[in-house]
């Protein structure tokens, strides 16, 4: 008979993977497991599609430090034909010498090149057979890849393509309760759906514009774009007479409204629970961004009274696109502001309430804020 310790000599190496950890994570972890086997692979990354623009956004990557070539960085998938081909032939793209593209390619592409990396491996991804992004083995060799490591790599790469679909459903799960609790009150008359975009779309902007400095990475980017306009939901549970009066609240009323962040965090917690979500990867920028978007920096906000940096990144990023948008938008008790003067109200407000830098991010970039406006406006009257 087998003594126990028999029974236990062998260690599981992928048994990281049973933590709760974000997926840039996961990815270093793999690619360390992997290259034991395949030492040229040099990096992992995960470029994820916009159905809705038909964008290719780069998402999460393996390599340590500010070394990524290309972080913060969305591109028009049209101006890549060659990563057009892989979806039309629903077939990985072995390029083993990346010189061949050194001209008039995707931006992407050029990158990768410049930094020294030499060949790729681009493996589709698909969720129930829809295309959702790309990823990519890369090497800084030249033809370092043969069939027979091709058929070990194309395993874990669907490994990987699994816990990327693990963790996009995850979110849309969660998004889409929260959506449907939303839908049953009173709330959804109040905020339109172009408010939505415009709120995820400002507070990505800004997000974007700190990355470097805050060392805001890819994947929380689009946490922070995804969870932005739900910062509101606790206001589902705010009396209709309150949510909806038609002028300025007296003091019991408001007291009534500062309830809305905690009911939103509530109203969150039990969604994960119901779903069994508790465990993805970067669900706390979604309680924070709903708890504490009413903080403050001088410590004067609600429901917490945090100051300064004791208020999470995400939360001040959201509390800027969430005034924004408030003031730029008509209410039943107020009227729509301009740009002009809503930026006035936001620098008069930056570092007593608002986060300087963040409000800097905005108003540094009135193109793009008016792109976003154009792109959603409010079609649909209040
Ligand atoms: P909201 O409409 O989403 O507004 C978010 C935040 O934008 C407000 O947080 C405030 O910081 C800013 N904001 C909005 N409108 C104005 C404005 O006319 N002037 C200035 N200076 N800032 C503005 P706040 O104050 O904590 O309010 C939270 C929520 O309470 C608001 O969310 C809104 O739903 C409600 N609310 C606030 N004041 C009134 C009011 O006078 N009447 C009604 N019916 N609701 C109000
Ligand atoms: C591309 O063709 O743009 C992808 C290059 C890579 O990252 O492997
Ligand atoms: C952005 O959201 O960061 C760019 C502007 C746009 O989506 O229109
Ligand atoms: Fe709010
Ligand atoms: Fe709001």
């Not at 119901?274 to 993805?280: P, V, Y």
């Not at 407000?349 to 986060?355: A, Q, Y």
């Amino acid at each position: 008979m087998e003594k126990e310790e028999d029974l236990f000599t062998h260690q599981d190496t992928l048994a990281n993977l049973h933590e709760n950890l974000p997926l840039t994570e996961k990815l270093r972890f793999l690619h360390q497991v992997i290259r034991q086997d395949f030492s040229f692979i040099d990096r992992l990354a995960i470029a994820l599609f916009d159905e809705q623009t038909e964008m290719l956004k780069t998402y999460t990557h393996s390599t340590e430090g500010s070394d990524n070539p290309v972080t913060t960085y969305e591109a028009p998938l049209s101006a890549a034909p060659s990563l057009r081909t892989i979806i039309e032939h629903r077939r990985p793209r072995l390029v083993q010498d990346l010189n061949i593209f050194s001209h008039g390619t995707h931006e992407h592409t050029k990158r990768i090149a410049a930094r020294g990396y030499r060949s790729s491996y681009t493996m589709p991804l698909y969720q129930s057979g829809a295309f959702i992004g790309f990823l990519f083995f890369n090497s800084l060799q030249e033809h370092p890849f043969t069939l027979a490591t091709l058929r070990q790599i194309d395993i874990y790469g669907h490994l990987i393509a699994l816990m990327v679909i693990n963790e996009l459903t995850a979110i849309r799960t969660l998004l889409a309760a929260v959506r449907a609790a939303r839908s049953m009150t009173h709330y959804r008359d109040l905020e339109t759906g172009s408010h939505i975009d415009r709120t995820a779309h400002y507070a990505r902007l800004i997000a974007r514009k700190l990355a470097a400095s805050y060392k805001i990475s890819d994947e929380q980017i689009e946490h922070i774009f995804l969870f932005s306009p739900m910062h509101d939901v606790g206001k589902i549970g705010i009396p209709d007479n309150i949510l909806r009066k038609p002028s300025k609240l007296n003091d019991n009323e408001f007291d009534v409204m500062k309830t809305h962040p905690e009911k939103g965090r509530e109203i969150i917690d039990s969604v994960l629970k119901d779903f069994s979500l508790g465990t993805f990867g970067h669900v706390d920028i979604l309680r924070n961004i709903a708890e504490y978007h009413h903080e403050a920096i001088d410590g004067s906000g609600y429901p917490k009274g945090l100051k300064g940096e004791e208020i999470p990144i995400e939360a001040r990023i959201s509390a800027v696109a969430d005034v924004f948008d408030a003031l730029t938008s008509r209410r039943s008790y107020k009227a729509a502001w301009s740009n002009e003067e809503a930026f006035a109200v936001l620098r008069k407000m930056s570092n007593s309430k608002l986060d300087r830098d963040c409000v800097e991010a905005l108003i540094s970039n009135v193109d793009k804020v008016l792109e976003i406006q154009q792109h959603f406006r409010d079609d649909e009257l209040i």
